[in-house]
DNA sequence: CAGAGTCGTGAGAGCGCTCTCACTCGCACG
DNA sequence: CGTGCGAGTGAGAGCGCTCTCACGACTCTG
């Protein structure tokens, strides 16, 4: 059946409190507030009374004066990206957790179903917009999302995980360098002797996929040679079909490169059932370094720093919501190396 | 650099609506709330103001009044949990999200650091506990986890994801038939006239695990067998460690039974490293059926219905929130067979 | 020893909303 | 034609908190 006792009395507020350290509710807002011109008798009063009260405040009241919740989302397109980045999503929200830790800032995971709610207006945008949350950080964002508009017309801050496109919202936001990344992989690839290279690229409408895909060519093209582009969409599957095309389109294949390390695992078997070494025959390179460790051989693979663009992404929102102004920050790729190249 | 205008005017509160439709503050809450006490043209007149100002209602002073938020959480213990049963909380999280589609109820998802915070009192105690959510669902518990007894205290509804351990606080749950489960995948592997069957158990401080380990030893002991155990904690890596101790103390195993997908994915890389074929020497079943269907060769599993926990956990806790009794609720699972079983 | 600060404290307004209660109609009833 | 009643509406009292302002009690300064 189930809990308790069906609530405690009514909760113990500021009043309550003032009455038994035989103060003001002035100075026991003081108090909790850790104003400093509060005497240190009369601290110590008040702390007595609220800790044998259990006096705890009310968020509500407090944000209603304040216009200040204390909270920050995280919000996320839709279930199937959710799940289709799952490591990397997973990793960040981890981290930006982490990043609030010690702070009074608490973090509310919002994702974007497809319900009726789902376009402007409906309940995320309602939810997001409405003062739930102080700001929110734009995360997996497609290009034709409305959400950055949305958010900077209703003036809520927000930054965006990853680069807008040129076109785009200007909002502040944290990237890494894809370019780099990716072209240091290709580098990686081109300098263990392989020629015959192709890459599995991301979806076409993110600029985190084009920007590895600029940066892919761009390592190819200083070595003088020209490579095969297959698009994915960062799941395993998608890798797999990926690679069987790039395989049958080139069967000669001695190179590859992988987006994400999910669609890495994808061609890994999909290598596999062709029959193919890896590193042997074909040398293999993954992007994120979140999923590769274990595989079958370990994934040599470009790291990205998810701890260090999680703490940049709450530093900018923090500043954006203090009413400071906030510049984008690009953070750099380490070629993690292990046996699939 | 960043957002647009620096937030628009102040924003329109009940008042500026009642004034600018020429009604009451009070009728325009009414409208707000869907009263039934309005005559049609009043409404009309209201919706068009709320339209025209662009009138959203202040989360803060609603709730202050209502004392009710609008809001559950989802409480994760903490971080390496969390990664560890990635799939399995992920798809949860998902499915809760979608089981909230179409109601006013919002999802916060809670994870407990590992900071000074981390104890009873701690950040995020006080969090779901000061009134910012209404209730909250409770995930992963570990035995020693106080956090059913301090939302009991403190009056705050919760519901558990897992039957509670038999000394534990008894707060409803939704929990899947694991013994019944376990068993099946036991007979299974019976039942392929499989005889040196071990399994690779989970977390001996979960009740799921437990059950897990009970249902088999079950299923084995009605076909006269006897099995060897091993203890992994949902990893791959653990799952892959624990393959191998159950190798080395038993060569001649031709048939394993994993608690997780994952550790069943550790496990096929384990023996496809001894040189085992799976299912020709060692027949797999994993457990979950979420990460197993690409994995090479594809993995028997045990399904659980994720989506009907997700609904189940929602509707157990609106319950208890409206102060009505909730009643414990076990789902059935089914095996889903493939290549490696 | 008067004037000018400090420092610690309390009084009280007000944040935007909900909800009870009282009031005003218009209409059916006796 | 008075009375009763239900439906629609408004007035106003809070919900628990923060924050400005005023004030009393000191401590300095000249």
Chains 1, 2 share one sequence.
Do not use: C
């Not at 004066?65 to 397109?77: E, F, Q, Y």
């Not at 702070?103 to 974007?112: C, G, H, K």
């Not at 992988?258 to 890896?278: F, H, I, K, T």
Request: hydrophobic fraction near 45%.
């Amino acid at each position: 059946m189930a809990a308790g006792t069906n609530e405690a009395i009514a909760a113990p507020t500021l009043e309550t409190v003032a009455a038994r350290a035989g103060v003001s509710r002035a100075t026991v807002s003081r108090v909790v507030n850790g104003s400093p011109k509060v005497s240190p008798q009369v601290r110590e009063a008040v702390q007595a009374a609220i800790g044998e009260l259990g006096y705890v405040p009310n968020p509500a009241a407090r944000s209603l004066v304040t216009r200040r919740t204390d909270t920050i989302a995280m919000v996320v397109p839709e279930p199937d990206d959710f799940l289709f980045a799952d490591a990397y999503l997973t990793t960040l929200l981890t981290e930006v957790n982490r990043a609030l830790e010690g702070s009074e800032t608490q973090l509310v995971l919002v994702i974007q179903g497809r319900g009726p709610g789902r376009g402007a207006g409906g309940r995320m945008h309602r939810y997001v917009t409405s003062g739930h949350v102080d700001g929110a950080i734009l995360v997996s964002v497609h290009r034709d999302n409305p959400l950055p508009r949305i958010m900077a017309d209703a003036g809520v801050p927000a930054v965006l995980d990853g680069r807008p496109p040129a076109d785009g919202v200007a909002l502040p936001f944290v990237d890494v360098d894809n370019v780099a990344g990716a072209q240091s992989a290709a580098e990686h690839l081109v300098g263990l002797g392989r020629r015959r290279i192709a890459t599995i690229a991301g979806p076409a409408d993110m600029t985190g996929a084009q920007d590895r895909l600029t940066g892919f060519a761009a390592g190819l093209r200083a070595a003088g040679l020209a490579g095969l582009v297959e698009h994915g969409d960062y799941t395993e599957s998608s890798g797999f079909r990926a690679a069987r095309a790039l395989l049958a389109a080139e069967p000669r294949l001695d190179g590859l490169f992988a987006a994400s390390d999910q669609m890495a695992l994808g061609a890994l078997r999909a290598l596999r059932q062709a029959g193919r070494e890896v590193p042997g025959d074909v040398a293999v390179v993954g992007y994120d370094d979140l999923a590769g460790a274990a595989a079958d051989p370990p994934l040599t693979s470009v790291r990205q720093p998810v701890d260090l663009v999680a703490q940049e992404l709450v530093r900018l929102l923090a500043a954006r919501i203090d009413g400071r102004p906030a510049e984008p920050v690009v953070l750099p790729t380490t070629l993690v190396r292990r046996a699939s190249a």
